[in-house]
């Protein structure tokens, strides 16, 4: 099993930034692949990002693309998600998880509970 909690949502103004965090607890933390999503009121879960266990390779959802940058922290067992020039339509509950390598992108084995973001225009 593998914990994750997230943190560092809250309510922003728009064209600011955020940065989530994700702290992992249980198995070893570099074992593992690492996505965010979000889900917002009415929608479907959307994929955001995902980075692999080293850090190496990431990659974005098109909706997210150059304002948002996925990174994690071994040593730390953490996870992040640097949200800049943040929309209104940015609003979503935001979730981290994790999925062994080879796993598709859009699915993952272990979720966190979400942190609101709320972006105000």
């Known amino acids: 099993q593998v914990q994750l909690v997230e943190s560092g949502g809250g309510l922003v103004q728009a064209g600011n930034s955020l940065r989530l965090s994700c702290a992992a607890s249980?198995?070893?933390?570099?074992?593992?692949?690492m996505r965010w999503f979000r889900q917002a009121p009415g929608k479907e879960r959307e994929f955001l990002a995902i980075?692999?266990?080293?850090?190496?390779?990431?990659a974005y959802a098109n909706s997210v693309k150059g304002r948002f940058t996925i990174s994690r922290d071994n040593a730390k067992n953490t996870v992040y998600l640097q949200m800049n020039s943040l929309k209104p339509e940015d609003t979503a509950v935001y979730y981290c998880?994790?999925?062994?390598?080879?796993?598709?992108?859009?699915?993952?084995?272990?979720w966190g509970q979400g942190t609101q973001v709320t972006v105000s225009s």
């Open positions: 998880a994790a999925a062994p390598p080879g796993i598709i992108y859009t699915r993952a084995d272990y």
């Open positions: 249980g198995r070893t933390f570099s074992n593992y692949d």
């Open positions: 980075i692999t266990r080293s850090g190496a390779t990431t």
